[in-house]
């Protein structure tokens, strides 16, 4: 379906038009990848862990042992501070678990603006003028502008038929891919 994305114009003459004029509408198509489940990997050499007294209330445990857990993530920057537990093996699972957290929420936000770049460079504006195929009821046929190539019966097209027009494209993008490489039909 990659060869979907663009503007689909669409050309009808509705029901309710008196005088038999055509309508054009335009819908904007984006294919985009699956997006696979992000998994946070923190590797331990990209972490330096600093150990120390806790502060505030506690009593007596808290002046004598370094309990509490400061991580860096050095590729990022992010520090990460945990004292609530009683032990430095407890502040430690805790604040790694926070680290893993902040590291997802940074992932999320630049998959979502990857998909965000990539959606709008497929449809670009929306303007009719961008349009990659029209739907032409009246005349019963669909163009694709991108190749050139029209075929009739659009019933049968919107009911899924579109092998014709993918082989077109496929085997237009082949030689495209064959003319950026740099072969010709001569050699």
Do not use: W
Request: aromatic share 2%; hydrophobic share 35%; glycine share 6%.
């Amino acid at each position: 379906m990659k060869y979907e994305s663009g503007v689909h114009r669409v050309q009808r003459i509705p029901v309710t038009e008196a005088s038999g004029r055509i309508h054009t509408s335009t819908a904007t198509v984006a294919v985009l990848a699956e997006v696979d489940e992000v998994e946070i990997e923190v590797k331990p050499d990209d972490i330096k862990m600093d150990i120390f007294h806790a502060s505030g209330h506690g009593g007596q445990n808290v002046q004598k042992v370094s309990t509490a857990v400061r991580l860096t993530h050095l590729p990022t920057g992010i520090v990460v501070t945990c004292q609530d537990q009683r032990s430095q093996l407890q502040n430690k699972i805790r604040a790694m678990g926070v680290l893993r957290a902040r590291l997802y929420e940074i992932e999320i936000e630049r998959r979502q603006r990857e998909i965000t770049e990539a959606r709008r460079s497929q449809v670009g504006t929306g303007e009719r003028a961008e349009k990659i195929r029209t739907y032409n009821f009246p005349q019963d046929r669909v163009t694709d502008h991108r190749i050139g190539l029209t075929l009739h019966n659009l019933p049968r097209i919107l009911d899924g038929d579109l092998d014709a027009m993918i082989d077109a494209l496929i085997l237009e993008d082949q030689a495209e891919m064959l003319k950026a490489a740099g072969v010709t039909d001569g050699v």
